[in-house]
């Protein structure tokens, strides 16, 4: 399909999606935005204006304005304005002071917003490069401000990821600046790919980590782009993803955008409220959001709570959390969420300050702890006032009888749920028991939106797990015969088993901390790890214990007031305060011993560390903590890309389990760390049964009313875990899935690497499968591979086999050899063919869209019409040859017409596109003429279909298309059933040819 083809089939969906398409000003230069603005400025502010139109001095003025709108977070505020309008300040000629309106946030779909869909603007003064002009796709204006840039690739033709680079250039030529400052977010369509992303704050901020593509409701993938378009481009869909679903960034003077499960989850409170609203009803259950750790659930939560506080019957929001170090990290995270308008609107309170400001009139999200609510419930608080709760981590904060006192305080309160790890009840039918005796959907009502730890992964915005199971010999020689009272006081409570626990961290340190292989070298301290305990005794026991047997490493502990280990609580505080001075010796900080609560500013500094924020983020070794050693905290609320493994020496199951083990599964860099790693050292079988179980759940998805926690996983379960990358796949299994690639290098460059491919082909195949399998082997290295060594067979439910499998690359200086010999000839191939190592799935892309470079093809034939050498020839063959797509016959006919002489001056990128559109024309005529005649039909008549029919637009839908087909009906004079079986033939066989 040409891309000008499919850029019209778009103009056409986003037209029946309740865009106008401008006429006048698509073609045109920007020059014509600015004055299409100032005819919509002076229409919406006539009022303001008093009838006399703005001035050129005034518009000027206002552009000036523009120019403050350094990023588009700058813009985004901008547009949200006051009350959600967006103005602009005006000094009128006279002196007289106005707030111009340019943009109205909640007249959504009508009202004074306009919505236009202009194509092909050119902009001919971009202040960053020494092009002359720049012409891009598409522009969707609201009110005249460009709001949304699209670019489109047909998929035929070129990659369409080159658009995201496109949209990179034109950053970095100075596009997005006057009205272009706008543009909040930007659409990557092809005709079976569309991905949107917020606009980077600069050029070298575009990350494709950060481009989303879409989910529907039910959680599938849509790739169709007339159906995304619809789903998201729309009206109103647009103008609430450029408004609603933008969170500004303060703290990184950044923009984001809400992925397609959290507006859907947004989107589902709110109908929610609404249809309470609508029926005259306060339900005190409003429901519960199931997102999985690390899925973006204070964003969303965030996101409601404003929305919310700022519907008018709603007096307030209190936020609730657990703990009460997490109210001041939310706090944060809040404020750098809000606008400036909403920014006061956001407090933390206590039991006694909340009972005082909740008269207030004016809409608050109050952040306080459950207990903190409790407390004030007890003390008297009670309130009739129409508000909304919001729990974070509603599976462990709703629980006892706090909730039904809270309930019964705050009767016009309704209750909304957010949890990554729902709590599932007992089926007493069928004698099902969990752990727990209350359900999330007992506390908030039913499940408004699921994202599962599967999900995620899928998405790559959570990593799965490597997780080992060990049993120390210490613990194998006492488990037989024994409780587990008597194995406590026998195996886990003895200095013996915390010294060989201690002993085999630290002898697998370095293989576990370090980075990736890079020249046969892992960087040190390049990960950070947690050890989680069974209580307060144990960890000072560790603690000890790592001062003495590993004084290299730089360790700490931590643990809250509030738990109770039985005897030798007495001495736990002191022993806290050595391990805060230690901690202070060791980096210099201040004395949190001095401080007002020392604890938590004792563990906000770990935190800190441990992620590597600020003042931490300079990736000095000497701020690096590499190991923190606690009992319950840290396991939930809190996330680093830096934790790479937790080692685990207490028992956990169901949704505390999964916390705990998401800890690690922060994405940072997929051969670095390609899984989150858990290491259990107690009750190693009873752990990997709990393990298996609690991901089934969290990944299948639990039912509320069928408690599935003890049911037990099959091994089809098992295996569909490490099918869909939650569970890394066993040794033994990613040996034999790399061999025989392995085995292909070394055909290509010798048994040691050290010989070079001979020929571009075996070039380009050889530094393709090297970099795929360097990538493979880096992966293992990091899960703790040894090379050298045999690795035992298992079977699909991960018995032994008896078997054995070796890594043909025998040791880590043979992989040196395969790296240098993979960028040797990296280096050898043209530059347009060589693989960017820094990102392996752009280098992959690269070479998939290779084959369709019009620059390199250029390159060829204009070589051979200088030189007319059997080289050149089969250097054009081979890459004609290579294409798969219905142009082949296009590119052939151009080269028998340099063969034949046709064709003397070089080829420009513009004249090469002009020959081939009339070459493809001419060859669609061709075809056309062919079927026409196969079938008894005119040929211009068939052509002249052709040329109206819009890939992707129903039939119904264009007229222009449908009215000629009734012309060719009426010629040929045909009965209903003949006229729709045309129809029908002509639809399949266009899109046969545009396919």
């Given amino acids: ?357 909740i008269k207030d009139q004016i809409s608050h999200v109050f952040l306080i702890t459950v207990q903190g609510l409790d407390k004030a419930v007890k003390s008297g608080l009670t309130s009739e006032q129409r508000m909304v709760i919001i729990m974070d981590e509603a599976h462990r904060s709703a629980s006892g009888d706090a909730v039904s006192r809270i309930k019964k305080a705050l009767p016009k309160t309704t209750w909304f749920g957010f949890t990554g790890t729902p709590n599932f009840y007992s089926d007493e039918v069928k004698d099902i028991k969990t752990s727990r005796n209350v359900s999330t959907y007992d506390i908030f009502g039913k499940r408004l939106h699921r994202y599962t730890i599967k999900d995620a992964i899928g998405d790559g915005n959570v990593l799965g797990f490597d997780v080992s199971y060990y049993k120390t010999a210490i613990e194998a020689e006492n488990s037989d015969q024994k409780t587990d009272k008597e194995m406590e006081k026998a195996v886990y409570n003895t200095t013996s088993y915390h010294e060989s626990v201690v002993q085999d961290i630290i002898d697998h340190w370095d293989d576990n901390s370090s980075g990736p292989l890079i020249g046969g070298i892992r960087q040190k301290k390049y990960f950070q790890a947690m050890f989680a305990v069974s209580g307060k005794q144990a960890a000072v026991e560790y603690y000890n214990l790592f001062k003495t047997l590993a004084p290299q490493l730089k360790v700490t502990m931590s643990y809250s007031r509030d738990e109770d280990n039985g005897v030798g609580t007495a001495n736990l505080q002191e022993s806290l305060k050595t391990a805060m001075s230690d901690y202070q010796k060791m980096f210099n900080t201040m004395n949190f011993l001095d401080s007002p609560n020392s604890e938590r500013s004792f563990l906000n500094d770990i935190t800190k560390r441990l992620a590597r924020k600020k003042p931490y983020n300079h990736n000095d070794p000497n701020d690096i903590l590499d190991l923190v050693i606690v009992s319950d905290q840290l396991l939930t609320g809190f996330d680093s890309k830096f934790v790479n493994i937790i080692y685990l020496d207490k028992v956990l199951a169901e949704g505390l389990l999964i916390q705990a083990m998401s800890r690690t599964n922060r994405v940072l860099n997929k051969e670095a760390k390609p899984y989150g790693k858990v290491r259990f050292y107690r009750k190693g079988e009873l752990m990997e049964e709990n393990v298996s179980q609690a991901l089934v759940i969290y990944t299948k998805g639990g039912n509320d009313t069928i408690a599935d926690a003890e049911k037990p996983s099959s091994p089809k379960e098992q295996q569909d875990l490490m099918n869909n990358d939650i569970l890394a796949p066993k040794m033994s299994t990613q040996i034999e899935d790399i061999t025989p690639k392995i085995e292909e290098l070394k055909k290509l460059a010798g048994d040691d690497f050290s010989q070079e491919p001979v020929g571009e082909k075996e070039q380009m195949k050889f530094v393709l499968t090297a970099q795929e399998v360097n990538s493979a082997v880096q992966k293992m290295v990091q899960q703790g591979f040894q090379f050298g060594t045999e690795v035992e067979k298992v079977d699909e439910s991960g018995n032994s086999t008896g078997e054995t499998v070796e890594l043909p690359i025998q040791s880590i200086d043979e992989l040196s050899a395969l790296q240098a010999r993979m960028n040797d000839v990296n280096e050898k191939l043209p530059k347009k063919k060589q693989m960017d190592f820094t990102d392996y799935k752009i280098s992959v892309e690269k070479y998939s869209s290779e084959i369709i470079d019009y620059d390199y093809l250029i390159e060829l034939l204009n070589n051979y019409m200088d030189e007319k050498t059997p080289e050149n020839e089969a250097a054009i063959k081979e890459h004609v040859e290579s294409s798969k797509s219905m142009e082949e016959l296009d590119l052939k006919r151009l080269l028998e017409g340099i063969l034949a002489g046709h064709f003397h001056k070089h080829f420009t990128s513009q004249s090469f596109k002009n020959v081939i559109k009339e070459i493809h024309k001419e060859n669609q005529e061709l075809e056309l003429n062919r079927w026409a005649y196969e079938n008894g039909y005119n040929s211009e008549d068939i052509f002249e279909a052709y040329q109206l029919f819009i890939p992707g637009v129903d039939i119904k839908n264009n007229p222009s298309l449908n009215s000629k087909v009734n012309e060719i009906n009426t010629k040929l004079d045909l009965s209903f059933k003949k006229k729709k079986e045309l129809k029908e033939k002509l639809i399949e066989q266009f899109e046969k040819m545009d396919k």
């Fill in 1 to 357: 399909m040409a891309e000008e083809k499919f850029e019209q089939a778009i103009l056409t969906k986003l037209q029946s999606e309740g865009w106008t398409y401008n006429e006048v000003l698509s073609g045109c230069s920007d020059d014509k935005l600015y004055d299409h603005w100032r005819d919509i400025l002076n229409r919406n502010n006539r009022t303001k204006l008093d009838g006399t139109p703005l001035s050129d001095q005034e518009f000027n003025s206002l552009k000036i304005e523009l120019n403050k709108n350094k990023t588009p977070y700058e813009a985004q505020l901008v547009l949200a304005g006051a009350g959600n309008i967006g103005t602009l300040p005006l000094t009128r000629d006279d002196g007289t002071q106005l707030e111009i309106e340019i943009f109205y946030g909640d007249e959504i779909a009508g009202g004074r917003s306009e919505y236009e869909v202009v194509n092909q603007i050119t902009f001919n003064h971009l202040p960053t490069t020494l092009s002359q002009k720049r012409r891009i796709d598409i522009l969707l204006l609201i009110n005249g401000l460009p709001v949304a840039h699209v670019e489109e690739k047909d998929e035929a033709l070129q990659n369409q990821w080159n658009a995201f680079e496109q949209l990179q250039k034109y950053d970095g030529d100075g596009m997005y600046t006057g009205l272009m400052s706008f543009v909040q977010v930007q659409f990557i369509l092809s005709q079976h790919s569309a991905h949107y992303l917020a606009r980077p704050k600069n050029c070298d901020s575009y990350n494709r980590d950060f481009v989303f593509g879409w989910r529907d409701d039910e959680g599938k993938d849509v790739t169709n782009t007339m159906e995304f378009t619809h789903q998201e481009m729309g009206i109103p869909a647009l103008h609430r993803l450029v408004t609603t679903n933008m969170i500004p960034d303060a703290a990184n003077d950044n923009l984001m955008v809400m992925r397609s499960y959290q507006i859907q989850a947004t989107r589902a409170i709110l109908d929610r409220m609404r249809e309470m609203e609508q029926n005259h009803l306060v339900e005190k259950e409003g429901g519960y959001i199931w997102h999985t750790t690390g899925s973006g659930k204070t964003v969303t939560s965030f996101k409601v709570a404003q929305l919310i506080a700022a519907m008018p019957r709603v007096q307030h929001v209190l936020f609730i959390v657990d703990r009460v170090d997490l109210v001041n990290q939310t706090y944060e995270n809040f404020k750098s969420y809000a606008y400036k308008t909403f920014e006061n609107r956001i407090k933390i309170v206590d039991g006694h300050q909340l009972k005082k400001d």
